[in-house]
Nanobody
Framework: QAQLVESGGGLVQPGGSLRLSCAAS????????MGWFRQGPGKEREFVSS???????FYTDSVKGRFTISRDNAKNTVYLQMNSLTPEDTAVYYC?????????????????WGQGTQVTVSS
């Protein structure tokens, strides 16, 4: 069973950048498709980005061109580089993992989740 720990969240001004990390233990992430989700205040948890075992990526429209998902299998870590942040990006960001190939945007496709890291975009 994969255990996931997110880090890298914090307070940033609008237009700033953050890089979130998701480190795994217990299993090697190289055999998992990975996803990032977020949950803003009073909102449902929503899909942000996904990366396949082979490195294919997919993003929700609101973050395209601003966020980049990547993976370093040697470090057993997945990243989410977030640029040009806006207050609408404020949320708890969650890393998720699912064994197998392909990409997935649905929460129910991911059996393993981290505890989340808070990202606050405010001046």
């Amino acid at each position: 069973q994969a255990q996931l720990v997110e880090s890298g969240g914090g307070l940033v001004q609008p237009g700033g950048s953050l890089r979130l990390s998701c480190a795994a233990s217990g299993r090697t992430l190289s055999s998992y498709r990975m996803g990032w989700f977020r949950q803003g205040p009073g909102k449902e948890r929503e899909f942000v980005s996904s990366i396949s075992i082979g490195g294919n990526t997919f993003y929700t429209d609101s973050v395209k061109g601003r966020f980049t998902i990547s993976r370093d299998n040697a470090k057993n870590t997945v990243y989410l580089q977030m640029n040009s942040l806006t207050p609408e990006d404020t949320a708890v960001y969650y890393c998720a993992a699912a064994p197998g190939p392909g990409l997935a945007t649905s929460k129910i496709a991911y059996p393993y989740w981290g505890q989340g890291t808070q990202v606050t975009v405010s001046s």
